[in-house]
């Protein structure tokens, strides 16, 4: 593809994080994940399972143990499991899950 010819484009950085729940079997298992991504490749993210931060490249290294070295910051983000994810099962599951319809033959035609 051609350079972007706006001088306005030039020097532009995305620097974004992206909150993930994934539900087994309704809240019976909940997992927590928080997405660190710079200039669209993930440098970091912390996983409710393994309970820290995890680097996923160089930059995420230094950032990973950086954020690994304060427990408060980890107690909150294993505490999101619960804030954030179950909270929002609860409130958005009679709109979602209890709404789906079991498949008819037709639907396969």
């Known amino acids: 593809a051609p350079p972007d010819p706006c001088p306005a484009h030039t020097g532009v950085f995305q620097d974004m ?3 993930e729940c994934h539900f087994i079997n309704g809240t019976e298992r909940v997992k927590f994940i928080l ?3 710079y ?3 993930q440098y970091m993210h912390f996983d409710s399972d393994v309970g ?3 680097a996923d490249t160089p930059l995420g290294e ?4 950086y ?6 910051e980890l107690d909150r983000r294993q505490d999101e499991v619960d804030t954030i994810c179950r909270n929002n099962y609860e409130v958005n599951a009679p709109f979602s899950v209890e709404r789906r319809v079991p498949p ?3 639907q396969s035609l």
């Open 104 to 106: 008819s033959p037709l």
């Open 62 to 65: 230094i950032q990973a143990k």
């Open 39 to 41: 200039n669209r490749e």
């Open 67 to 72: 954020k690994n070295s304060k427990k408060e």
């Open 35 to 37: 997405r660190y991504i």
């Open 17 to 19: 994080f992206k909150g």
């Open 52 to 54: 820290v931060y995890v």
